[in-house]
């Protein structure tokens, strides 16, 4: 699959904390692009950086200098606000501990982004289940996160993320609380939506989780030390026809 215009465009962004007197820096001077369609993996040791920078992709923090600018929006100096209704519309966002709420239905865990973004009942049950049925789980949809295996869980947490029809998935460590065979079921699915064009960016400590990308950064001390394009790992034919 060809790649399209930059979705993501960092321009020498840094970040600083004042922790106990001392000034942190998380970040320094880290510039890249990120093309739409593509499925990028950052790793790095604790404190290396990589956190701090999906938090300024996900619009969940600013940086303290340098530009960022997502879909051609610069979101770097927005408001709380509209850094809030950024997130609901263009990004979707996986996590380790998949976030469900407990006592709710999958269906209904997968309705919350549309309730934020005021979207009618009705509409929302429809889009609910189509994304349900898009990550294979149309018919467990009452079921409560209790009643679901984790890679299940995650998958309802997926179809969270695409219900709003973002156009892009932001993944920290998607399969860092999932067995070996759950987790290829997780990266088999995120593969494929990216297959389907969706631009998916994943934080992760695992060489194996990183192998299905098809680009690899490696952060250390806040900078990019590695920034390599790669062939995407895949299963061998059989071994997906067995699954």
């Known amino acids: 699959m060809s790649l399209g215009e930059p979705l993501l465009v960092a321009r020498d962004l840094a970040k600083t904390y004042t922790m106990g007197g001392q000034t942190v820096h998380a970040l320094r001077g880290v510039s890249l692009d990120i093309a739409e369609g593509d499925f990028v993996a950052i790793m790095g040791a604790s404190g290396s950086g990589k956190s701090t920078l999906m938090n300024i992709l996900g619009c969940l923090d600013h940086p303290s200098t340098g530009s960022y600018q997502l879909a051609g929006e610069a979101v770097d100096a927005m408001s709380a606000d509209a850094l809030a209704s950024i997130r609901n519309r263009r990004i979707g966002f996986v996590f380790q501990q998949?976030?469900?709420?407990?006592?709710?239905?999958?269906?209904?865990?997968?309705?919350?982004?549309?309730?934020?973004?005021?979207v009618p009942p009705v509409e929302r049950h429809r889009r609910a289940l189509r994304s349900l049925q898009r990550v294979g789980l149309g018919e467990r949809s009452g079921h409560t996160p209790a009643e679901l295996s984790g890679g299940q869980q995650q998958r309802v947490a997926i179809a969270r993320a695409l219900v709003n029809n973002p156009r892009l998935i932001l993944a920290d460590e998607p399969t860092g609380a999932l067995d070996s065979q759950t987790s290829e079921d997780i990266m088999r699915l995120l593969a494929e939506l990216n297959e389907q064009g969706m631009t998916v960016v994943l934080v992760t400590h695992e060489s194996d989780i990183a192998a299905w990308a098809r680009r690899r950064l490696v952060f250390r001390d806040g900078r990019v030390l590695e920034d390599v394009e790669q062939v995407p790992y895949r299963p061998p034919a059989e071994a997906q026809a067995a699954a």
Do not use: D
């Open 98 to 118: 998949f976030n469900l709420l407990p006592r709710t239905s999958a269906l209904e865990n997968v309705e919350l982004p549309m309730v934020y973004a005021h």
